[in-house]
């Protein structure tokens, strides 16, 4: 199993343009996130999704689009940078909690640091 | 309004000795936390849940304590190891959803 995996691993944007963020999970989870971290801080949760075309906001969703057409994939797209999205983006899973056993775990993938300048 | 809050930036530990660190919550709603370990250049990975319903989780090396009335809860690591050295996340999740809410992380080195 790759488990979470995320393309590109860098990339540099100029102020305006747009670029879509790849994530995809081979353990068959329901659940998708997208988180960004800025320096010194937590992660922020921008979009998540419950299932294959089920997809609402978190945190920091301004800015972004998210669309989930398969259980593997949930793309992150951003339409026009600005430097306030400068950061590392990362993609995350984990499978439906159980009525019995509650896990809550997140399965992370390596992550994408976006530059905007 | 951060309602996760780590408020040690960093911390460094001799190699065999006890890491303790700390995080405090101020959403009564939470009812599950996790502690996440992360190295340079890599995701985040799991290290140890708790759930409300329990004060103590222990998986080996690592236990979490959990305080309610505090609102707190602490990581120990006995005995420390220089792979330790990493930045330490706390989470938190309320009422049976699977949104985390994270704290800003601890660094911990452990030095030889």
């Known amino acids: 199993n790759a488990g979470v995996t995320q393309t590109p691993k860098f990339r540099i944007l100029k102020i305006g343009q747009s670029m879509t963020l790849q994530c995809t999970q081979d353990?068959?989870?329901?659940?998708m996130y997208w988180y960004r971290q800025d320096p010194g801080m937590g992660l922020k949760l921008i979009y998540y999704?419950?299932?294959?075309?089920?997809?609402d906001k978190g945190e920091v969703p301004n800015g972004y689009n998210v669309s989930r057409s398969t259980t593997e994939d949930f793309p992150l797209r951003l339409e026009l940078a600005a430097p306030s999205q400068t950061s590392v983006y990362f993609c995350a899973s984990s499978a439906t909690p159980g009525l019995v056993v509650r896990n809550y775990e997140q399965y992370f993938g390596p992550g994408t640091r976006l530059t905007v300048t | 309004d951060q309602q996760v809050k780590q408020n040690s930036p960093s911390l460094s530990v001799q190699e065999g000795r006890i890491s303790i660190l700390n995080c405090d919550y101020t959403n009564s709603m939470f009812d599950y936390f996790l502690w996440y370990k992360k190295y340079p250049a890599e995701g985040p990975t799991f290290l140890i849940s708790i759930s409300s319903i329990k004060d103590k989780n222990e998986d080996g090396r690592f236990t979490v304590f959990l305080n309610k009335s505090a609102k707190h809860l602490s990581l120990h690591i006995v005995p420390s190891q220089p792979g330790d050295s990493a930045v330490y996340f706390c989470?938190?999740?309320?009422?049976?959803?699977?949104?985390?809410?994270f704290g800003t992380g601890t660094q911990l080195k452990v030095e030889l």
């Open positions: 989470a938190a999740s309320a009422g049976g959803g699977n949104k985390l809410t």
């Open positions: 999704s419950v299932g294959a075309g089920i997809t």
């Open positions: 353990m068959n989870h329901n659940y």
